[in-house]
Structures are given as C-alpha cells and as structure tokens.
C-alpha cells in the first residue's frame, strides 16, 4: 500500500515538475507585456521572467554608468525591489524596458552625487569586457592578428578613459545611445528629458568624446 502510494507520489512529482517546465518556457515566449500582466495576476513565476530577461543589461549599463560593479549589482537589486512593489502602478500602454531602465537611471544618477569624492571625477573605469551586442565597436576578433588585437584592446581602454571624463547628463545619453544603442525616443523618456534636450545633449557629448579621444590615438 505504502509503496504504491510512493509511485504515485513520484508520478505526481514529475507530471508538477513537468508543467512547471512548460509554463517557464511560455512565459520565456511571452511579451514583456503579457509577464507583467501575469505577475500582477498572482503568477508567482512571472516576477522571476523579467529579473531573468534585465539582470544582465541593467548591469551593464548601471556598471558603465557609475564605474563600480559591486555596486551596480545592489542597484540593479534595488531597482528590482521597486519594480516588484510598484508594478501595479506601472502604464502597460508603456514600453516595460523604458520604465525600468528609468528607474536604474534614476538610482545610477543617485549614486554619482551622493558619492563622497570629488564629483568632478564621474567615475573611474567602464566595463572591461562589453557585450558585442550592446557595444558600438567590435573589440575583439579571432580573425585578426596578435598586433591587431592589441591595437583595438589598446584602443577599448582609450574610448574608456574618454566616457570616464565625459559630464553626467552627457555620459548618461552617451552610453544608452552609443553603447545601449537605445533610441531618442526611449532616451527622452528613461531621462525625463524632451527630444531636443536629448540630441542636444548626445551631440555635445559625441563633440565632447571626440576631442578628447583624439589626441589619445594620434
């Protein structure tokens, strides 16, 4: 009797475990949209498809945004946390992505005037290893020769040390359109700055860069 019970305990496991399985792969085909509608319908799985979906991008641009990556993890943490607490105040007519990247925006720009050194110094480093999907040059390449790696990583460190030096509000468009590739449109809302504001801004920031990367590569 007990182990009949066993086997049927098991079978009722893997056909749980089975479902599950399922209902995160719907959810990894899903729309932005459709996991935010599910996760304020009680779907205790939800929550978890858009931590997994902006984990990594928001690191990577709240690193790139602040020099520190210990504490762009607790930032991305933190954005999360509001996310999860404010979700059903979130616009669904919106852009999910816009609404999230504002919010590790917000809390980057937070950190950089509330830092203790000296705020002219914005940050210290940008991320070492970029993402080729979010990054506007292709750094490395196994076609190319040893001479020529060393070139484009000497090259990477060189764009590094031009961000770094770059204003806040100039920095800030700076990396969502040239190395987030973000649109003006969704720039002008993560920043809460109207379209002119932002071409404005990334111009002056792109003639910014460019003169003071020149004199680093000639």
Not at 103 to 122: D, F, G, M, T, W
Not at 133 to 154: A, G, I, M, S
Not at 163 to 177: A, D, N, T, W, Y
């Amino acid at each position: 009797m007990a182990r009949g019970g066993g086997k049927e305990k098991l079978v009722a496991d893997r056909v749980s475990t089975g479902k599950a399985k399922a209902h995160r792969l719907q959810l990894g085909e899903a729309t932005d949209s459709e996991v935010v509608q599910a996760s304020l319908d009680g779907d205790s799985t939800a929550f978890g498809e858009l931590v997994r979906r902006y984990d990594q991008r928001l690191l990577n641009f709240v690193y790139r945004t602040i020099g520190d990556r210990e504490r762009g993890e607790d930032l991305v943490q933190e954005t999360f946390v509001r996310v999860y607490r404010h979700l059903h105040r979130f616009d669904q007519s919106k852009k999910f992505s816009t609404w999230i990247y504002t919010i590790a925006s917000n809390l980057a720009k937070n950190e950089l005037r509330n830092r203790s050194r000296n705020p002219l110094v914005l940050f210290q480093t940008l991320k070492k290893n970029w993402d080729a999907d979010h990054r506007p040059l292709e750094w490395e390449d196994t076609q190319y020769k040893p001479d020529d790696l060393f070139r484009k990583r000497h090259l990477r460190a060189q764009v590094e040390k031009a961000v770094s030096q770059l204003p806040e509000h100039h920095r800030v468009v700076f990396v969502l359109r040239e190395m987030e590739g973000k649109t003006y449109e969704e720039i002008a809302d993560i920043t809460n700055c109207n379209l002119g504001t932002v071409k404005s801004r990334l111009n002056r920031a792109r003639n910014n860069f460019a003169s003071i990367i020149a004199p680093m590569i000639d």
